[in-house]
């Protein structure tokens, strides 16, 4: 999805992508597989390159090091960490005091029986590294199901948080160039099926100003005080009058897609343009609400072969088809849609969603 922005602005990508058949490659030329951990690859990737920036946050240190000897990294290894790793992200915004859910790391028995003690029931665990989209991530009450996570894990630290009774989730979205200039988002409302987000909804439903302008806020302070540059997403929690920060993304982000048609100007070309320290896009809604529904795999023929009847009924949605391998539960696309109200664009996105996936279609 960088793609074309980047080719309206002439800037030549390179992608060290994991397989040939991969989304990456069927959009961009100049692609390569192989693993960020190998440094012949990386050394290939980075060959006459101004910047170097990251698709996902899973990056080994050893690569960030020898990057950041050659050329600009953004967002830097310090920045991206906190991004890698819960525990650190959770150590570095309690020290500054940014809210979020009460927390401990729990490595051993005894760690576990403290969090009990401390957080309640339930509870919920999730791996410091590696987890997305759900994965790494569970609620449990009981010591036994916390000891078999360590035992899965090999006893690597897993952080456990209080279960927030919260009233909605929320992201909150902004760019930030070298130089520290920061453009924000309208506050974006997710709502999350199995794990997953599954819908985006901008503006946000009864956010107040006061709350809005808080959320916002964070977002900004964050992006600075940790000194990212280009996209950070902020997913929160909003529990009354209060958001709790949850999680942090420091890339173009799922809750952000939304931008490629609602905003002036899109998610990915803003990350572009912050990573090469250009001035950064308006991002002013271009209509009064959107909303992005996910495209998820079912017991599916392909998606595809709904286009015409999706297009047919609303020729407003607009599809976006990653070209992934389908499987039953991966993330395959999106529809966006945009309007005059938030509720509107909401059935309509999720009704030309609907369309693609088997369980509906085969109603048709």
């Excluded at 915004?93 to 005894?110: G, Q």
Aim: with cysteine.
């Amino acid at each position: 999805m960088m793609a074309e922005p980047a080719g309206a602005l002439g800037i030549h990508l390179r992608a060290l992508i994991e397989d040939d058949d991969g989304a990456t490659g069927q959009v961009v030329p100049d692609v390569r597989v192989g693993d960020p951990a190998d440094r012949d690859a990386v050394s290939w990737l980075v060959d006459g390159a101004d910047v170097v920036t990251f698709e996902h946050e899973h990056i080994p240190a050893a690569t960030l090091e020898f990057l950041s000897s050659r050329l600009p990294v953004e967002p830097s290894g310090e920045a991206l960490l906190f991004a890698q790793d819960k525990i650190e992200m959770r150590k570095r915004l309690t020290s500054e005091a940014i809210a979020c859910p009460r927390w401990m790391t729990v490595a051993d028995e005894a760690s576990a029986r403290q969090a009990f003690e401390q957080l309640g029931t339930p509870m919920i665990l999730k791996v410091a590294r590696g987890g997305y989209d759900g994965r790494g991530v569970g609620l449990v009450d009981s010591l036994e199901e916390v000891l078999e996570w360590l035992e899965r894990v090999d006893g690597a630290p897993v952080l456990a948080e209080e279960a927030i009774n919260f009233d909605r989730e929320i992201s909150v979205l902004q760019a930030r160039s070298r130089d520290g200039e920061i453009v924000q988002w309208e506050v974006t409302e997710t709502i999350q099926a199995h794990g997953m987000c599954d819908t985006c909804l901008v503006p946000a439903r009864e956010l107040s100003e006061t709350l809005r302008a808080k959320a916002l806020a964070v977002g900004r302070e964050i992006a600075t005080r940790l000194d990212v540059t280009g996209v950070l997403a902020v997913e929160m929690f909003v529990v009354g009058d209060r958001v709790l920060v949850n999680e942090l993304a420091m890339r173009p982000h799922n809750s952000g897609h939304w931008t490629i048609e609602g905003a002036v100007t899109s998610q990915f070309e803003n990350h572009l343009r912050a990573v090469l320290n250009l001035p950064l896009g308006e991002t002013t809604l271009r209509q009064p609400a959107v909303v992005m529904a996910n495209v998820v795999g079912a017991d599916a023929p392909e998606p595809r072969e709904a286009y015409a009847h999706v297009m047919r009924a609303d020729p407003g949605a607009k599809i976006h088809y990653y070209g992934k391998g389908f499987r039953p539960g991966r993330k395959l696309g999106h529809v966006t849609v945009c309007s005059h109200d938030v509720e509107n664009a909401l059935e309509r996105a999720r009704a030309a969603r609907d369309k693609l996936v088997a369980d509906e279609r085969t109603k048709q």
